[in-house]
């Protein structure tokens, strides 16, 4: 505690992630030396230069320094900023590398159950995108940078409204689709129900679209609806 409405932070935070199907993501038919296709005595092609998913595992340690503030009894935010160290124990011909770390939020309540929130942050993450042909080909993972906002108002005390809007670049590290960029979208409606402490409902559409560079070409829209029922105890 610095002062009564602000609370000083430093901290450390361990992330391992471990790919363990044991997928086979790249190899090639192809003998390197002669371009030609070998056959083993079954008839099958031989593949050369085998990598598996645990090839992308990573562990990363991230330290970071921060504040949490009370502007007013409304008005709260909170800010850690830092950096990351990854390294990747299956692959031997990646080095470890540095990345920043940013996490902030600001939330404004204008009446006691209803509140404004938004919100910036910047981390290395996992990705489903592999690249692919051989381990020097390899994607590893992706740094993200994200901004969202939301409102939450409650129409009742019992009944809450909710918007939500994200957005998400994420820049690839490695491989074929080294230094491509996406851009995620997020625009999302929810409206829950609460009939006590125990049991709620909800019902919600989110639309999603992804926007791909040309060598990933990926790109879609989709539409979700739900609706759910949580129970607590």
Do not use: C
Not at 100 to 124: C, K, M, Q, W
Not at 173 to 196: C, I, K, M, P, V
């Amino acid at each position: 505690m610095v002062l009564p409405e602000t609370k000083a932070l430093i901290g450390y935070q361990f992330t391992d992630i471990n790919y363990n199907a044991d997928e086979l993501i790249s190899g090639t038919f192809f003998d390197p030396a002669t371009g030609a296709i070998i056959l083993d005595p079954n008839g099958n092609a031989t593949l050369f230069n085998p990598s598996y998913s645990k090839a992308r595992n990573s562990r990363q340690h991230t330290g970071y320094v921060g504040a949490e503030h009370s502007f007013s009894p409304q008005l709260k935010g909170s800010i850690r900023a830092g950096a990351s160290y990854t390294e990747y124990p299956n692959d031997n011909t990646v080095d470890a590398s540095w990345t920043p770390y940013v996490n902030a939020s600001l939330r404004y309540h204008y009446t006691e159950l209803s509140y404004i929130e938004g919100g910036f942050s910047y981390d290395r993450n996992a990705t489903d995108v592999v690249g692919g042909g051989s381990p020097s080909a390899l994607t590893l993972d992706a740094e993200s940078a994200v901004i969202y906002a939301s409102v939450n108002h409650a129409i009742t005390p019992h009944l809450v409204a909710s918007l939500i809007g994200q957005f998400q670049n994420s820049h690839y590290n490695g491989g074929t689709f080294d230094s491509n960029d996406e851009q995620y979208y997020l625009l999302g409606l929810n409206l829950a129900y609460r009939f006590n402490q125990y049991f709620s409902t909800e019902v919600g559409y989110n639309y999603d679209r992804l926007e791909s560079s040309s060598a990933i070409n990926r790109t879609f829209d989709r539409n979700r609806i739900y609706i759910g029922v949580t129970a607590t105890y």
